[in-house]
């Protein structure tokens, strides 16, 4: 696969994206992109060449990073190998910005071995996750914001009950 038509599949991903996440979703998507993301793994592993794993240390660096779309397009190309795979979903829309992640293998393979090449899109694949919530009312729309929100409140949840326990720890101490 040569850089432009890695490019091509890449923008091609973002329309087929865009598409299926606001037949799904309530949401408006803005199109400036920006991208996280995400390998399948973040420690060395036996199964990847020394070249792959090598590129952990960039993977962790950039971890909950938003990057451009030509800084993917940089990471992902290798001297014409790719991710095998790279399932893609929008984890945070706004009217400023719309924030994909990207979940991807860290085995970087040549053309006969990377997936939805009969997409058109190889190897992106667009994918929405979806909220239990929409299980139970199938065919309404839900926020595409859901699961970044749920994030957010068990952080917040979280530093709340550590500040519970340290005002409790003091007053204990104090005793």
């Not at 037949?23 to 420690?43: D, G, H």
């Not at 938003?66 to 095998?84: A, C, H, Q, W």
């Not at 706004?94 to 990377?114: G, L, M, P």
């Not at 299980?135 to 749920?150: A, Q, S």
């Amino acid at each position: 696969m040569t850089k432009e038509i890695f490019i091509q599949n890449f923008k091609l991903l973002l329309v087929h994206l865009k598409d299926i996440t606001e037949e799904l979703c309530s949401n408006q998507l803005s199109e400036n992109y920006k991208f996280i993301l995400e390998p399948s793994q973040r420690n060395v592993s036996t199964h990847l060449s020394e070249i792959e794993n090598s590129y952990l240390e960039v993977w962790n660096k950039l971890e909950n990073a938003e990057i451009s779309f030509y800084e993917v397009v940089d990471l992902f190309y290798r001297n014409g190998t790719t991710p095998k795979w790279a399932d893609c979903y929008v984890y945070l829309s706004t009217t400023d910005k719309t924030v994909v992640k990207i979940f991807f293998s860290r085995q970087f393979k040549e053309d006969a071995e990377i997936y939805y090449l009969e997409r058109g899109t190889a190897p992106f694949k667009a994918v929405v996750n979806t909220p239990f919530k929409s299980i139970e009312n199938p065919g309404e729309k839900f926020d595409v914001n859901w699961k970044f929100t749920h994030e957010q409140n068990i952080v917040q949840k979280v530093f709340i009950k550590l500040r519970r326990l340290w005002f409790k720890w003091n007053l204990v101490v104090k005793l």
